[in-house]
């Protein structure tokens, strides 16, 4: 399936590119060769017939602006320029700085110069008002096959960024794995696969108890629930490579690696450190509301994705065997009906408020400290708790140190062709301008279920980008506020589910899965089940 989707991602985006830059090209969005009027206030008198540079400002009135783009930006235009005066009118240029402040349109004319906030032009004056003073007209520079460009600049950016992405890992990777050795030989992880039993023998029940990747697991879960997530990802590539042991049929995904990778697209924190950083620095007055909020959402995209994948799994069902298999899972889809049910019940008597009422004792901020406090000594309380369990043990814990991290390094490197792949995609899908035509095709279904149109962008960048999904949370509350309701809405979809695609790449990358029979699928489906719940939830305690 992952075949279909990376394809799916490639096309669209280039796709949606060609299209919008024929529309754009045929209609002349950008207005190429045509004067725009404006005002120019240079820094001396102006001297005409001789080649000078001036330092001036550009002056655009919004009426002009707007009746020369189609546009309708709220203000008028004044901004620094550098302007060079020729003998010859024609061969005038002016130089300026498009900043985030300034009109949208020239915002995207500026990306097509390869610098993300320069414009050039010709000027021509028309009549001088006082000896600093000009009207004059610009023709700004050509404009054209934007989005294509665009394109172009993100697959490179891209790639660039998948290889930073996975040399940073390499560090990280050797600490941690060289750690878990040390805890493997130890001894140590089995303790903790023992005492976890009665859970992970029911999630994971073709891995034996007592298989290294049963404590590899449960380490991995442990640390993102923390927030630990350069301690996870180590965790849960070495759960995948130990995982991959166990596989009968090398390159296709398993059960457990499938219920795993739900666990993990779920992202289930205890404390969503990121999404409240960003809430403090916008200059909310309560960044740590989110996590009662976040909590919520992530149980429900952690109940959803395993359920998904533990019935997914039973798939396909053989002709004339469905009868057979619904009585054998008639449990399960029992208990799935019943809490859709009570969910359902809970939208439409309003008990979610009694629920929340109950626990209004719990203050957030007393809860962020104290899992702030166990973040903060969970890395070094780990690392001296393995090692020196270690060393009780009489293992030779510098060796086995050494071991583990040869491995680190190992799966660090191996993971760029795949991260490569698959975030080149997602970059094309987005700098091509596809996320716009999704938000379009499911607007209909979002208005359905409750999904502000302010906040659709975020719960559909989410699966494919963490930094993309950062930045558009960032853009919205800086918009909306940050305690406004769509601002706690956003900032609880960032808490409430993880970058299935990132996830999926980098972990069946690492032990060379190509067939991941119904990961993704069981990840969408924890991915929708988180936005579904913290819609719920944000407006059960919120309102709107």
């Not at 997914?312 to 069902?317: A, D, G, N, R, V």
């Not at 999926?504 to 089940?529: E, K, M, P, Q, T």
Request: with cysteine; net charge neutral; hydrophobic share 50%.
């Amino acid at each position: 399936m992952l075949n279909y989707v990376w394809l799916a991602l490639l096309f669209l985006g280039i796709g949606a590119a060609l299209s919008t830059d024929f529309i754009d090209q045929s209609q002349n969005k950008f207005r190429n060769n045509e004067p725009l009027p404006v005002q120019i206030e240079f820094s001396s008198a102006y001297q005409s017939g001789s080649k000078k540079s001036y330092d001036a400002r550009l002056e655009v009135k919004k009426a002009d602006f707007n009746k020369f783009y189609n546009d309708n930006f709220n203000s008028d235009i004044s901004l620094p320029a550098k302007v060079t005066i020729n003998s010859d009118q024609s061969k005038n240029s002016i130089f300026f700085k498009v900043g985030s402040s300034e009109p949208k349109t020239w915002q995207e004319m500026a990306t097509a110069s390869g610098e993300k906030d320069d414009l050039t032009g010709r000027l021509e004056i028309d009549s001088l008002i006082n000896p600093t003073t000009a009207a004059a007209h610009v023709v700004l520079e050509d404009v054209s096959f934007l989005k294509l460009k665009n394109v172009t600049g993100a697959a490179l950016e891209y790639a660039g960024t998948a290889v930073t992405i996975a040399l940073g890992l390499i560090g990280v990777m050797a600490l941690w794995l060289g750690v878990m050795k040390i805890a493997e030989e130890a001894g140590l992880i089995a303790i903790i696969a023992r005492a976890l039993r009665p859970l992970t023998k029911r999630l994971f029940p073709e891995v034996p108890s007592d298989h290294p990747a049963m404590g590899s697991m449960i380490m991995n879960i442990s640390a993102n629930m923390l927030g630990l997530s350069n301690a996870a990802t180590p965790f849960g590539l070495k759960a995948m490579e130990e995982l991959n042991e166990l596989n009968p049929n090398k390159g296709t995904a398993t059960n457990a690696m499938c219920t795993f990778l739900a666990i993990n697209t779920a992202g289930m924190t205890l404390i969503p450190a990121t999404a409240i950083a960003i809430r403090a620095a916008a200059g909310s007055s309560e960044p740590a509301i989110i996590i009662g909020t976040s909590l919520f959402g992530s149980f429900c995209a952690t109940v959803a994705g395993v359920t998904a994948a533990k019935t997914l799994e039973k798939f396909p069902i053989k002709k004339g065997q469905f009868s057979a298999w619904l009585q054998s899972n008639l449990k399960a889809i029992s208990v799935v009906i019943a809490i859709l049910l009570l969910v359902a019940a809970g939208i439409y008597s309003g008990i979610g408020k009694n629920i929340a009422s109950v626990f209004s004792f719990v203050s957030p901020e007393l809860f962020k400290n104290i899992i702030q406090i166990f973040s903060t000594i969970a890395i070094p309380l780990l690392i001296v708790a393995f090692i020196g369990y270690g060393a009780i043990k009489k293992v030779k814990v510098y060796e086995k140190f050494i071991e583990g991290a040869k491995e680190g390094f190992n799966i660090a490197v191996r993971i760029i062709p795949y991260l490569v792949a698959m975030l080149v995609a997602i970059g094309i899908f987005r700098a091509g301008g596809a996320m716009h035509w999704l938000i379009y095709i499911l607007h209909p279904i979002t208005n359905l279920i409750g999904l502000p149109a302010e906040a659709m962008p975020m719960a559909l960048m989410r699966p494919l980008s963490g930094s993309g999904s950062l930045g558009v949370m960032a853009e919205i509350i800086k918009v909306h506020g940050p305690d406004s309701f769509i601002g706690i809405l956003v900032s609880t979809f960032y808490g409430s589910s993880e970058t299935t695609f990132y996830v999926l790449a980098v972990y069946f990358g690492a032990v060379n899965i190509r067939n991941i029979r119904h990961a993704l699928s069981a990840g969408l489906i924890a991915d929708i089940a988180g936005v579904l719940g913290a819609i719920f939830i944000v407006r059960m305690l919120f309102g709107q």
